[in-house]
Nanobody, 120 residues
Framework: VQLQASGGGLVQAGGSLSLSCAAS????????MGWYRQAPGKQRELVAS???????NYADSVKGRFTISRDNAKNTVILQMNGVKPEDTAVYYC???????????????WGQGTQVTVSS
């Protein structure tokens, strides 16, 4: 199982950026998917998550600016980032709760991380 993230880069403050993450490989089902971020010298924090039924949860710092969505058929999750701020600069990690096999327990998987840099 792999989580492949893409879409990071450099963006000016006030601009927009979209991150995408796809789960690939052999597995039974993907459950909650989400994005976390880690800025230099800080702990990794939840940015947004979305359940299989599309219930969403956002960090207070991104509410009203970021939107998370998913495509269950493609096992992908997208984070649309609008009105970005310099404090959004971080490495963003895709996360998925996934059941590898029908009889297995749900396991936490992480993508490789993608850098987002917001210039002021």
């Amino acid at each position: 199982v792999q989580l492949q993230a893409s879409g990071g880069g450099l963006v000016q403050a006030g601009g927009s950026l979209s991150l995408s993450c796809a789960a690939s490989g052999s597995f039974f089902r993907v459950y909650t998917m989400g994005w976390y971020r880690q800025a230099p010298g800080k702990q990794r924090e939840l940015v947004a998550s979305i359940t299989r039924d599309s219930n969403t949860n956002y960090a207070d710092s991104v509410k009203g600016r970021f939107t998370i969505s998913r495509d269950n058929a493609k096992n992908t999750v997208i984070l649309q980032m609008n009105g970005v701020k310099p404090e959004d600069t971080a490495v963003y990690y895709c996360n998925a709760d996934l059941r590898p096999y029908y009889y297995s327990s749900i396991t936490d998987y992480w993508g490789q991380g993608t850098q987002v840099t917001v210039s002021s």
